[in-house]
């Protein structure tokens, strides 16, 4: 249902410390760039842009805060980690993909 999310987006749920103002408003940058398909808006579209901006932002926060949580918070080290993993196994399976396909 959902696809794929835009592996720019971070996670920012049940981290101690919780997500700062800054990393939910460049996770809402993301989400409205990619959705918009631009990078940066005309003048034309900035405003609208900036308010998609500043209702994702504050959807986020709202969200962030009424979340319940269980367990223990998560590490941002490890999640880097985890993250990290995950682009070198995707990088060995295209190379072998890439080493399979007939040239």
């Known amino acids: 249902m959902f696809g794929r999310m835009c592996r720019n ?5 049940h981290f101690a410390p ?3 103002d800054e990393e939910m408003r460049a996770s809402a940058i993301q989400y409205v760039r990619k959705l918009s398909g631009m990078q940066r ?6 405003a609208v842009f900036q308010r998609a ?7 986020t926060r709202q969200l962030l805060l009424e979340l319940e949580v269980n367990g223990s918070p ?3 080290d490890d999640e880097r980690r ?3 993993e995950r682009g070198r196994k995707r990088d060995e399976q295209l190379r072998a993909k ?5 040239a």
């Open 98 to 102: 890439l080493l399979r396909e007939p």
């Open 74 to 76: 998560r590490s941002r």
């Open 18 to 20: 919780p997500a700062s």
């Open 9 to 13: 987006i971070k996670m920012l749920h």
């Open 41 to 46: 808006p005309s003048r034309a579209n900035e």
């Open 53 to 59: 901006v500043e209702s994702v932002y504050e959807a």
């Open 82 to 84: 985890k993250a990290a």
